[in-house]
Nanobody, 121 residues
Framework: QVQLVESGGGLVQPGGSLRLSCAVS????????MRWYRQAPGKEREAVAA???????HYLESVKGRFTISRDNAKKMVYLQMNSLKPEDTAVYYC???????????????WGQGTQVTVSS
């Protein structure tokens, strides 16, 4: 069974930094895109950053220049380095992958349980 476990969230002051990690476990043959989403109270979930298997990266406009996504395919990990954090970055952050558990099999969507990031003084 495929599982995604996020870590690295917490409470940080405005201007501070956090690094989120997402570990993928279970039988996975191939991972295509890996993303970080976030959901603030009363708001819809939004994609924050994405990195394809080929290394193409996209960011939400409001985090460009502050957040950096990266992946380690050998370790089946994806990271989100968050700098210059603002109160409006406060949300639950979710890891997402689109992956095939079997050789030449279909791809599925997998989600982590989320990690809370709170930016406050």
């Amino acid at each position: 069974q495929v599982q995604l476990v996020e870590s690295g969230g917490g409470l940080v002051q405005p201007g501070g930094s956090l690094r989120l990690s997402c570990a993928v476990s279970g039988s996975i043959f191939s991972i295509d895109v890996m993303r970080w989403y976030r959901q603030a109270p009363g708001k819809e979930r939004e994609a924050v950053a994405a990195i394809s298997s080929g290394g193409t990266i996209h960011y939400l406009e409001s985090v460009k220049g502050r957040f950096t996504i990266s992946r380690d395919n050998a370790k089946k990990m994806v990271y989100l380095q968050m700098n210059s954090l603002k109160p409006e970055d406060t949300a639950v952050y979710y890891c997402y992958i689109n992956a095939a558990p079997l050789y030449s099999g279909p791809y599925y969507d997998y989600w982590g349980q989320g990690t809370q990031v709170t930016v406050s003084s």
